[in-house]
């Protein structure tokens, strides 16, 4: 079964801060099947390349659903409590994070 409207769809998948809305059953299990190696994979490229270790995984979960979902886009905010039905008005705030190790111990500063 394929549901064009997404704001009618069943097929649901919560990862992290956002809630994807998919179109058909066979959409939603190719991305729950692949996200986690989509994400491993773009971050350990991000690795070579600048030899950070750069956490991105929500940016990576989202470019995984714009492959995989090609009729429509429909993503729920969780900390913003807002849907997202155009992807063109996703902003990208990248928060600094430095970890500190301090007896053995890693500690967000």
Known sequence: ??????RKS??????SNFIYYFSSDFNLQR????LNDYIDYRT????????LDIGLDD???????????KRGFRIYGL???TFIEDPNRL?????I?????????????
Do not use: P
């Open 91 to 95: 902003y990208l705030n990248g928060d």
């Open 1 to 6: 079964m394929v549901i064009l409207d997404l």
């Open 10 to 15: 069943k097929f649901i998948y919560e990862y």
């Open 44 to 51: 350990k490229m991000l690795k070579a390349r600048f030899d």
């Open 79 to 81: 900390k913003s409590k």
């Open 59 to 69: 940016f990576f979960a989202i470019k995984f659903y714009r492959k995989i979902e």
């Open 31 to 34: 991305f729950h099947k692949g």
């Open 97 to 109: 994070h430095i970890l500190s190790i301090n007896n053995n111990f890693i500690k967000d500063v």
